[in-house]
């Protein structure tokens, strides 16, 4: 079997408790990701010396890498699962599953969407990334 986790129930900001399950993050060799509350954003990628993310001067609601929308509205994640190098998310409808992983090798994110019935479904992509300049940043000297 695959090490992953069961199905667990994510709780947005303004309702979860104060130390509540953070969304999840994917690890590689290379680098990491983090997911947001839509079910296909990223909010956070690291691939050093590159960054995306609140980490960057991108304000946090503008940096998303993706986002789904389902007859144009954001489809927010209700359940998510995970491993150590892929997350999935679900709707609250379970109407739509997606999966994000990362090459464990080369800075690749993979992404997929499945949507079970919809009139319009659309993804906006923001990619966002920069390399950091700061020597004290990206040497270890």
């Known amino acids: 079997g695959k090490f ?3 199905w667990q129930t994510f709780l947005p900001d303004d309702l979860a ?4 399950l ?3 993050t ?6 990491s990701i983090i997911a947001d509350e839509n079910v296909f954003a990223v909010r ?20 998303h890498l993706g986002r789904l929308l389902i007859d144009g509205q954001p489809t927010d994640t ?13 709707d609250v409808l379970q109407n739509v599953v997606t999966e994000v992983r990362l090459s464990f090798t080369e800075p690749i994110i993979y992404a997929r969407a499945s949507v079970a019935s919809a009139s319009t479904v659309s993804l906006e992509l923001l990619p966002e990334f920069r390399k950091f300049t700061n020597p004290n940043c990206t040497h270890w000297d």
Not at 44 to 63: K, M, W
């Open 44 to 63: 956070s990628g690291t691939f050093p010396p590159f960054t995306q993310g609140p980490y960057s001067p991108v304000l946090r609601n503008q940096s």
């Open 26 to 31: 994917a690890n590689s060799l290379v680098g």
């Open 4 to 6: 992953s986790s069961t």
């Open 78 to 90: 209700a359940y998510y699962q995970w491993t150590p190098y892929s997350f999935r998310r679900r």
């Open 22 to 24: 953070a969304l999840p």
């Open 17 to 20: 408790p104060r130390h509540a």
